[in-house]
């Protein structure tokens, strides 16, 4: 499929149009579709999955004397009800040529507002308003605000004079609701480069049979932009058996693969552990058991995942590093007096590595009671630093990029092409230590990417990856952190909004938390916190910010990362 245009949004039309009713769209899954939340925090369950009923569209084929419009609306609402029966309604509205070449899921363009139909002679044209691209392997990119895209479909009389598409765009188009009703982000789960993590690369498959395309999916490998910093322990050439995975009665998933001799004689234990990890997102798993053939592959790793640290949030209060725990403000112990103008304090979740900007905007390593403060990265104009899991502290410079140091060592300036000519404006590690999120400005404004972090055998930063874009919808940004394993929390500024604290996923759609006026800093960990210029805490509760009692005169405050 040729990629559309894209524009910004121009307006109403004043031609003579329809609006194509997809606003009730509702694609079909091909057994039970179950509903599971998409947004909101995270909290600890029993495991208990409650599935909703089946919700079936009966879909319409063609009516005798239809018009070339109510025939292209017609096969776009078929085509969101053809997940049953691999779209033979929709192919109904195709000549012969076009039903066998059509292909429905290379593309899905979800449309933020009524698609607009224009009739042109033999062509029509649809005008819609996109919220984001979904490709073939599920990969989701938010579009901009206000973007839209036309899809043309040439239309010719059949022998028995009835009007039929003759040629169609592959692909769906679908409204939010009905995509978000009817598909899933999921995980999928790679291993980073030493083998010790489990880094996620999230699609967006069809809610029916979702195991399935979790399972072929890992059985592809990462995604292009992850490739490099990733590994995965499933060999070349293993192929699911049957081509389906089942969940049993006890809500077992059961994974049958091909060839045995091949699997048998890899890393069947890490094997196991990413299958494990990416099938137990999926509503009705409970455990996940992989076969070699017929041999069940029983040994399992512990291989850590996950994306938050534990530990206590941080924060700077007059000249001190302190801790927020039950009882209020505690100095954090070992840490000396932090000097005047000392600010952005970051460290490693055991708190062996502690860092932090000093007043001239160097690099430095924050004092301790036996070890006084020195510096790691001389000069001015360094973002707030972000520590990674390896013990490597990251920061960045306009003009010289992307900087990582351990203590001991030389600055290493990490190779990214893709900043180029673009200034960093925050920055932040994952946990994983293989996706660093970055701000940039350029002269097509300001972006939110993020990168692979590619290393050698002894994990020193080589450079950074093809990043993905995130948070397209943002005009501006100015601090980032990870909220979850792959959702940032970003303050900035979508079109026509004050300044507000935005979940950013990994490929998904941007929403906004509540407004706080003057956001200073903003720490993501199990519970979110910012600190606004008046030095006061607020923490989120549910969806409101709260206020928090008896902290005041603080700021930057942080979690490990």
Known sequence: MSTPRTTRHPGPSRRRARVLAVGTLVVLALGACTSIPTAGPVREGDGTVVENGDVDLLAEGPRPGATPQQIVEGFQLAGAAGFDSEFATAREFLTGAAKRSWEPLTEVLVADAPVVVDTQSRAVTATVPLAARVDSVGRYTEAPGGAETTVTYELVRDSTGEWRISSAQDGLVLTEAAFDKQFRSSPLYFLSADGSFLVPDTRWFPAHNLQTWVARALLAGPSPWLRDAVTTAIPEGVELQAG???????????????????????????????????????????????????????????????????????????DRLVALGEDGLVAVDGVAALPAGARAPARDEEGDVRVMLDAGGALVTVPREDDPSHVLVSGTGLVAPSVDRLGW?????????????????????????????????????????????????????????????????????????????????????????????????????????????????????????????????????????????????????????????????????????
């Not at 890899?266 to 076969?291: I, N, Y």
């Not at 100015?478 to 990994?506: F, I, M, N």
């Open 244 to 318: 389906t995975v089942v969940i049993d009665g006890s809500g077992s998933a059961l994974v049958p693969l091909d060839p045995a001799k091949t699997l048998l004689e890899a890393d069947t234990a890490s094997v196991v552990a990413q299958f494990e990890a990416s099938l137990v997102h999926v509503a009705g798993v409970r455990q996940v058991k992989v076969t070699a053939g017929a041999v069940p592959l029983v040994e399992k790793r512990e291989v850590t995942r996950g994306g938050l640290p534990d530990g206590p949030v941080e924060m700077i209060q007059d």
């Open 393 to 561: 502290a990251w920061t960045a410079r306009g003009g010289e990029g992307v900087i990582a140091v351990k203590d001991g060592g030389d600055p290493v300036v990490v190779a990214a092409d893709w900043l180029e000519g673009r200034t960093v404006v925050a920055l932040r590690m994952a946990r994983d230590a293989t996706r660093l999120a970055v701000v940039s400005r350029g002269a097509d404004g300001v972006w939110v990417n993020v990168f692979p972090v590619v290393r050698d055998g002894e994990g020193t930063p080589q450079k950074l990856g093809e990043p993905v874009r995130v948070g397209a919808v943002l005009e501006d940004a100015t601090e980032v952190v990870w909220l979850e394993e792959s959702v940032l929390g970003v303050v900035g500024r979508s079109k026509d909004e004050a300044t507000l604290v935005h979940r950013v996923p990994v490929f998904g759609p941007t929403t906004s938390e509540a407004e706080v006026p003057d956001i200073a800093a903003l720490a993501g960990g199990r519970v979110v916190y910012l600190a606004t210029t008046d030095g006061v805490l607020h923490k989120l509760v549910g969806t409101t910010w709260a206020t928090v009692a008896d902290v005041e005169g603080v700021r930057d405050p942080s979690y490990p990362g």
